[in-house]
């Protein structure tokens, strides 16, 4: 695709370069509309990754403030990356996207309610402890939500009605040695920092206590790093950078003291898919920064999902037969994001479970980090439509590798809907997750 921004802004900023170079590489051939969930609700050429691509170029070629209209179709974008797993051209939709949206947030002025609740989303979410009482604040206003339509009913909604878990020990700054074996001490496979995110810990603090006893039993040594913490992307899918890059960097330091100490680390395991595809962009983000880029590379070459390092490790024989039907929902940010297809499914497989596939699995939950708060239209379509495929394969068990995933679907599916690492902790020797007991299921 042919653009004519002016050399002025590509000299004045080399991430415009980077998007006349990625913007040039889309040949207007259309694949990715067969993929695009947005396209597939609104039947709108702007609301595909085409049409965005378009609304994109002509920013940059204009320069200045945005127009309204392509704010609220780049708003639109749920990021899933669909389109770019598919793109036959390989266009690196994810960098232009991220960049689109630092200049729309650079250079467009908000409409006031719109500013309030984005700084007040990237403000909570990162902090797990102000995150907890804007959810009790939230259980206050739920009975009245019928009042309130747009975000402000949708960030009811999602406000938990059941006791949210005590903080877990387990989140705390600390070092987890592997299970002894005969009652002695064994010397680790591996030492790995665990990411122990934001939300996570206050939504479900059983996946962190499940990833550290699925690791300590298969002789890895884990590690929650001080001053660790929210991957930043909550903030970077606002496009609102000066927010982020505070929390890159403290991770990428927390991390590196662990790497560099005299232990070392051969792996950052991450369990949530979406943070996953955040920090495995770390040295992308931090390239043009001289005094972060090495660092940043380093962090990204580490990253891992769990999923990816049980394979890497190799999967303990299940202790208990298990036999259950377990329909597997692929996040966005796993499949696309990471292209991260078969580990989950082939580790529950050999874990002992039956595994299915969601039909249109490709298609996104409308979840993606705060799109289901900030457009809760597209996101309750999305979502109504994946709970409809979910409960077609009459399976008796859900499982993702992502919180968000599973905050926007666990409500309304009708089934158990646990964390893949929940499934191969109880396969290997764990306790049976929280969501299944009491549930009369029975082994094929």
Same mark, same amino acid.
């Given at each position: ?11 004045? @900023? ?42 994109? =170029? ?6 200045? +403030?945005?127009? &309204? ?6 708003? $639109? ?23 689109? $949206?630092? %200049? ?45 339509? /747009? ?45 122990? /995110? ?7 603090? &059983? ?51 662990? &790497? ?34 090495? =660092? ?8 891992? @999902? ?38 989950? =499914? ?15 699995? %490709? ?35 859900? &499982? ?17 809907? +646990? ?10 020797? /764990? ?8 549930? =009369?299921?029975?082994?094929?």
């Amino acid at each position: 695709m042919l653009s004519h921004i002016p050399q002025a802004a590509l000299d004045a @900023d080399p991430n415009v370069q980077l998007a006349k170079d990625i913007i040039g590489n889309c040949v207007h051939c259309g694949v990715c509309l067969s993929r695009c969930p947005t396209y597939a609700v609104k039947h709108e050429e702007n609301d595909s990754p085409r049409g965005r691509i378009f609304l994109m =170029k002509d920013m940059y070629e204009k320069g200045g +403030v945005p127009d &309204a209209r392509t704010v609220e179709h780049l708003d $639109r974008c749920l990021t899933c990356l669909a389109c770019e797993a598919i793109c036959p051209s390989g266009v690196e939709y994810s960098k232009l996207i991220a960049h689109g $949206r630092e %200049y729309v947030e650079e250079h467009y002025k908000r409409p006031l309610f719109q500013r309030a609740v984005r700084e007040l989303l990237v403000r909570l979410i990162p902090n797990a402890r102000l995150f907890r009482l804007a959810i009790f604040g939230g259980r206050l206003g739920r009975p009245f939500r019928s009042l309130f339509s /747009g975000t402000l009913r949708a960030m009811l909604d999602m406000v938990p009605t059941t006791p949210l878990p005590a903080p877990s020990p387990v989140d705390r700054p600390q070092t987890f040695l592997p299970a002894p074996e005969g009652g002695k001490a064994v010397k680790p496979r591996k030492r790995v920092a665990l990411l122990n /995110g934001c939300v996570q810990t206050v939504l479900d603090t &059983a996946i962190n206590e499940a990833t550290i006893r699925l690791l300590q039993r298969h002789g890895v040594e884990v590690v929650v790093a001080a001053g660790s913490g929210c991957c930043g992307a909550p903030a970077e899918h606002m496009g609102d950078e000066a927010q982020a890059l505070p929390l890159v960097k403290a991770n990428i330091d927390a991390w590196l003291r662990e &790497a560099d100490g005299p232990d070392g680390l051969d792996a950052i395991v991450i369990n949530t898919s979406g943070c996953g595809t955040s920090i495995k962009a770390y040295g992308h983000a931090l390239r043009l920064d001289p005094a972060w880029a090495d =660092k940043a590379a380093r962090v990204s070459a580490m990253a891992r @999902d769990i999923t990816e390092f049980m394979v890497e490790i190799g999967l303990q024989k299940p202790t208990i037969p298990t036999g259950l039907r377990v329909v597997y929902h692929s996040a966005c940010s796993m499949q696309h994001g990471q292209r991260i297809v078969n580990q989950p =499914k082939d580790l529950l497989r050999a874990a002992g479970f039956s595994v299915l596939d969601v039909p249109e699995g %490709y298609l996104c939950c409308g979840s993606a980090g705060t799109y289901n708060l900030l457009q809760p239209d597209i996101a309750n379509e999305l979502k109504e439509r994946k709970l409809k495929n979910i409960r077609s394969v009459q399976a008796q068990i859900a &499982a993702s590798g992502n919180i968000g995933c599973m905050t926007q679907l666990a409500g309304e599916v009708g089934l158990p809907f +646990v964390h893949t690492v929940e499934l191969l902790d109880w396969a290997t020797g /764990g306790p049976e997750p929280a969501a299944i007991q009491g549930q =009369k299921l029975a082994a094929e």
